[in-house]
């Protein structure tokens, strides 16, 4: 195959050429003046830059050059909005190349298996076709500038607690069908130049080196171009990575990653021409990326994204109740205003995506204050982590007494969701359900207003008149969301995921997270919707779902095998926007499948009164299942369930079309996968789960011997009196950060690595063979692995 940089290629040495496979540092490529190729900057994030200027590290912990905070992928979701999603990837973009950045770090598309991971504020959504249509907006924005875009975590990355020593069991139709169809579309449509491959093992392969992942899927299916770059830390063996797809390991291992792959090609397992043809497709990222780099130093228009940041704000609020039409609220009312977060707002979330907002976050107290209406009093209620505090309480209980209308802000704090950590629980925390169940009893007027980024228990929601989840909505949260609460905007937004009434309701329940090395996903297709509305569980609240201040009616539906027709129609007194949901599903005896699945949506803004015809046609993921006997997406003759849906629960209009497919029929027998057939699937035994997967289920239980691979939290399963040590010390640590109330991310990130780890992010400090030698010692070989070490040691000078 012809090189496009075969004239560089051919002058460098094999040293040369692997030196590039590695970063230089935190954020950078390798760059050769003698061969003019410059090094390109990667930076983080998906909802904002997070440039450090100065001493870099991935956990968001050195502060970042001031850049746009947009609201996270959490709730831009909430406005499947791709033109929103496209200007966003836009300014995303101009802001990037401002500082000199060639590939943006995001978006983060990883599905949210349960409500539980503590990443999900990061992540667009349950569903893959939402994931991935967002996911392809913010792509096509930040591209069109001319920089990468680099979509992560590929694949099945939906844990964080031991997220590098985690091994995703999954059949290959759910891994197709939902973990990787939302990649599918950031890749096919959205043309991503890059992707991040994930920590995670996929049936017992690492994400940075599985050839079915990277060749098989990626690449010869999807014929993706651009490079894979490692998750910080996520190469495990560089040299089987470079050979079965993988471009870029990051961030630099000094000179240990070169080694690995000179080694490789010298004994003949990774072959030279495999390795050049992956430093042409890194040079052409490295190229295509500098053309756009004049701007370096320009100034970004603060003010202009910021009013980005506030239109996707309010498109992202959802409105999840409004009894007797409290909001929006009325001029002349007494308003009390309570809660904590109304001062000091929860406007993004913690870990590498944390960034350095242009413009002082906007708060709650001093946005509605500039609205005209009656505030009567304010009260904190509630210090954010702790306990409820009964003066607090007392203090708020009484302003509510003095007002009409009481709006409690609330929501998840800072230690609640984070990177590197999971929710142990569903619950809000305890001092803001204590406030607002005082609250209820002496006033049921109260609006709830909620700053999360992931579902919570609302046991309280019968006792308030209204709830407005405003998800982690960026610097511009604030007015945006006083915006929705005077209706000055009609609040348009639908959830993403869907909210069950207890965690324990949830599909993944009895699964997640992972005990031990396994993280199996047994629930399979049954993720969120797909589970709630087979089985028919009832929830609080339905994928797809959000009130607006106005009514829609939908009509003249007409099918035909191209697409849909249909009417919407704005039958209240205000111009506001609906979400209309396209679901199809089928009856079959042979292949199972969740009743329905979102399949295409579209936006439509009304004037009062107005109808419009909105068509939307089936595309290639329509009818598709993915086909175990021909290993490909085929689809099955019959007759399908056509269906618009306000939400996930509440279908308005219906049809049914005979589809020709490529198969009569599928290949699971009624008999054999009845659970799957019925979506009872919480608790799936080990024969059956075997029977889906297809092959033995891998022994995922600590023998007691640490690996290399194994993370610092399992240490205590060694012999090594000092790997017990260690682990327990950063165990007592992490409960003191929790105390605080502030995720302490270097901890967190110790914690859940594994001691291959220390040699992929100490810059070279610490290699492979003494990361070899620490295991040893773990294993209470101490004499031995301090040897090894000490050798090792020697041999890196
Ligand atoms: C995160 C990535 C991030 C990278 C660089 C990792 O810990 O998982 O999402 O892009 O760090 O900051």
Redesign the pocket.
């Known amino acids: 195959m012809k090189l496009k940089y075969e004239n560089i290629i051919n002058k460098m040495t094999l040293e040369e050429k692997a030196l590039m496979m590695s970063g230089k540092n935190t954020w950078e490529t390798k760059d050769y003046p003698e061969y003019e190729i410059p090094s390109m900057t990667m930076s983080?994030?998906p909802h904002g830059i997070r440039r450090q200027a100065g001493a870099g590290d991935?956990?968001g912990l050195n502060a970042s050059i001031p850049a746009t905070c947009f609201p996270t992928a959490a709730a831009v979701a909430n406005s499947w909005d791709e033109q929103l999603g496209e200007q966003i990837g836009e300014a995303l973009a101009d802001e990037a190349i401002t500082m000199g950045v060639n590939v943006i770090?995001g978006p983060?598309l990883n599905i949210k298996r349960s409500p539980l991971c503590g990443r999900n504020f990061e992540y667009f959504s349950e569903d893959p076709y939402l994931s991935g249509k967002m996911a392809a907006a913010y792509i096509r924005g930040i591209q069109s500038k001319g920089i990468a875009s680099c979509p992560?975590?590929f694949a099945a990355n939906s844990q964080e607690l031991r997220r590098m020593a985690n091994d995703s069991i999954v059949d290959e139709r759910t891994f197709r069908e939902i973990y990787t169809t939302g990649f599918e579309i950031a890749v096919k449509e959205g043309k991503a130049k890059a992707i991040?491959s994930a920590?995670n093992e996929i049936n017992g392969v690492y994400a940075n080196e599985n050839s079915h992942l990277l060749q098989e899927i990626l690449k010869d299916e999807w014929g993706f171009d651009g490079c894979v770059i490692s998750?910080?830390?996520g190469s495990n063996d560089h040299a089987l990575g470079v050979k079965n797809g993988s471009h870029l390991e990051m961030p630099g291992t000094g000179k240990s990653g070169m080694k690995d792959i000179v080694d490789a090609v010298k004994a003949g397992t990774l072959k030279e021409e495999t390795l050049d043809q992956r430093l042409d497709e890194l040079l052409t990222l490295i190229f295509d990326t500098h053309k756009t780099q004049s701007g370096i130093n320009n100034k970004f228009d603060v003010e202009k994204h910021h009013e980005l940041a506030r239109k996707a704000a309010e498109e992202s609020i959802v409105l999840l109740k409004n009894d007797n039409n409290i909001l929006p609220l009325k001029k002349g009312k007494k308003i009390a205003v309570i809660g904590d977060f109304a001062k000091t707002p929860r406007y993004q979330g913690a870990?590498?995506?944390l960034v350095n907002p242009a413009k002082a976050p906007e708060c709650i107290i001093d946005e509605i204050s500039k609205a005209e209406l009656d505030i009567v009093a304010y009260e904190q209620g509630y210090v954010r982590n702790r306990k409820p505090d009964s003066n607090l309480i007392k203090r708020a209980v009484e302003a509510a007494k003095k007002a009409d209308v009481v709006i409690i802000f609330a929501g998840l704090d800072e230690i609640s969701e984070s990177?590197g950590l999971d929710r142990k629980s569903m619950d809000m925390p305890q001092g803001q359900k204590a406030l607002i169940d005082e609250i209820t009893t002496v006033t049921q007027n109260v609006v709830v207003v909620l700053s999360a980024g992931s579902p919570i228990e609302m046991p309280w929601s019968a006792y308030v008149s209204a709830i407005v989840h405003g998800y982690l909505g960026g610097q511009a949260g604030a007015s945006a969301m006083v915006n929705v609460l005077t209706g000055k905007v009609s609040p348009s937004g639908k959830l993403n995921e869907t909210y069950p009434y207890y965690y324990k309701d949830t599909p993944a329940y009895n699964y997640y997270p992972s005990k031990e090395r396994n993280s199996e996903y047994r629930e399979a297709l049954y993720v969120g919707y797909r589970y709630y509305s087979t089985v028919g569980k009832k929830i609080r609240f339905p994928f797809g779902y959000g009130l607006s201040y106005t009514t829609f009616e939908y009509s003249n539906f007409s099918v035909n095998e191209d697409g849909i027709i249909f009417a919407v129609k704005n039958t209240g007194n205000m111009r506001a926007t609906e979400i209309a949901q396209l679901y199809i599903g089928k009856k079959s005896d042979t292949v199972f499948r969740p009743v329905r699945e979102l399949k295409g949506f579209k936006r439509v803004t009304l004037n009062p009164g107005e109808q419009q015809f909105v068509s939307i046609p089936f595309d290639d993921k329509a009818f598709r299942f993915y086909d175990v006997r021909t290993n490909s997406w085929e689809i099955e003759t019959g007759t399908y369930d056509i269906m618009i849906g306000k939400n996930a629960d509440e279908m308005v209009l219906h049809d049914e079309l005979w589809i020709e497919g490529t198969v009569d029929s599928g290949c699971y027998k009624w008999e054999e996968f009845e659970p799957y057939f019925e979506g009872k699937i919480r608790n799936i035994d080990d024969d059956m789960f075997q029977k889906l997967y297809g092959r033995n289920i891998p022994d995922g239980s600590w023998s007691g011997k640490i690996d290399m691979n194994d993370a610092v939290c399992q240490l205590y399963y060694g012999k090594g009196i000092f790997g017990r040590l260690f682990c327990h010390t950063l165990k007592g640590l992490l409960k003191i950060s929790e105390w605080q109330g502030k995720p302490n991310l270097n901890l967190l990130?110790n914690y859940n690595m594994p001691i291959r780890g220390y040699a992929k992010m100490t810059g070279g400090f610490v290699t492979m063979e003494m990361a070899r030698a620490l295991t040893d010692m773990a294993n209470g070989h101490r004499i031995k692995g301090t040897a090894r070490l000490i050798k090792a040691a020697i041999k890196r000078n």
């Open positions: 983080d994030g991935h956990l770090l983060g992560k975590h991040m920590y998750d910080w830390g870990g590498s995506s990177e990130f």
